[in-house]
T-cell receptor
Framework: EPEVTQTPSHQVTQMGQEVILRCVPISNHLYFYWYRQILGQKVEFLVSFYNNEISEKSEIFDDQFSVERPDGSNFTLKIRSTKLEDSAMYFC???????????FGSGTRLTVV | KQEVTQIPAALSVPEGENLVLNCSFTDSAIYNLQWFRQDPGKGLTSLLLIQSSQREQTSGRLNASLDKSSGRSTLYIAASQPGDSATYLCAVINYGGATNKLIFGTGTLLAVQP
């Protein structure tokens, strides 16, 4: 069964450093998403991406965040200058159409120290 | 603003019991509702997807129902097994949004005792 692949599974970074989280969505999917889950809290929407541009972003997704689909297969989330409160599990997801079922990756646990 | 709530927050049952997890949402104008399973420190596995025009979906021992007008969904698990222990999340996609983002509930942590 097709999978969404995320790397790395766990990343530790120092406050103020840039991190790039990587995702390979399912190949025939058109919509791509990033969500995050701070420990003990709800899964929250960050950003959606369609046709090579952001279609919606949440208030969490401020100027320190950016997304890119550099080569037609990878989908990346960059955090420019990490803060302690960015520590969370980050999930990538994709869907074949916007209102059909999502497939999530296994997540990247980001720890900012 | 859509709010999704799940009750109970945690549930412990002996193996073999049938159980019901509840999800409620404040805005009934949804495209669909999806139930997910999350194992500790892991990703989200989709269990069932119910379109807004549907009343229920079944997969194996799982049955999910949807009552849009009352803003409720239930996930029924038959003959529970220790392997069912996980956190169960429901999530909705609102109708008419800029994009089809999922809005998640708070989750129910299920423990099935052998």
């Amino acid at each position: 069964e097709p999978e969404v692949t995320q790397t790395p599974s766990h990343q530790v970074t120092q406050m103020g450093q840039e991190v790039i989280l990587r995702c390979v969505p399912i190949s025939n999917h058109l919509y791509f998403y990033w969500y995050r889950q701070i420990l003990g809290q709800k899964v929250e929407f960050l950003v959606s991406f369609y046709n090579n541009e952001i279609s919606e972003k949440s208030e969490i997704f401020d100027d320190q965040f950016s997304v890119e689909r550099p080569d037609g297969s990878n989908f990346t989330l960059k955090i420019r200058s990490t803060k302690l409160e960015d520590s969370a599990m980050y999930f990538c997801a994709s869907s074949p159409e916007g209102d059909y079922g999502y497939t999530f990756g296994s997540g990247t646990r980001l720890t900012v120290v | 603003k859509q709010e999704v709530t799940q009750i109970p927050a945690a549930l412990s049952v002996p193996e073999g019991e049938n159980l019901v997890l509840n999800c409620s949402f404040t805005d009934s104008a949804i495209y669909n509702l999806q139930w997910f399973r999350q194992d500790p420190g892991k990703g989200l596995t989709s269990l069932l997807l119910i379109q807004s025009s549907q009343r229920e979906q079944t997969s194996g021992r799982l049955n999910a129902s949807l009552d849009k007008s009352s803003g409720r969904s239930t996930l029924y698990i038959a003959a529970s097994q220790p392997g069912d222990s996980a956190t169960y999340l429901c999530a909705v996609i609102n109708y008419g949004g800029a994009t089809n983002k999922l809005i998640f509930g708070t989750g129910t942590l299920l423990a099935v005792q052998p």
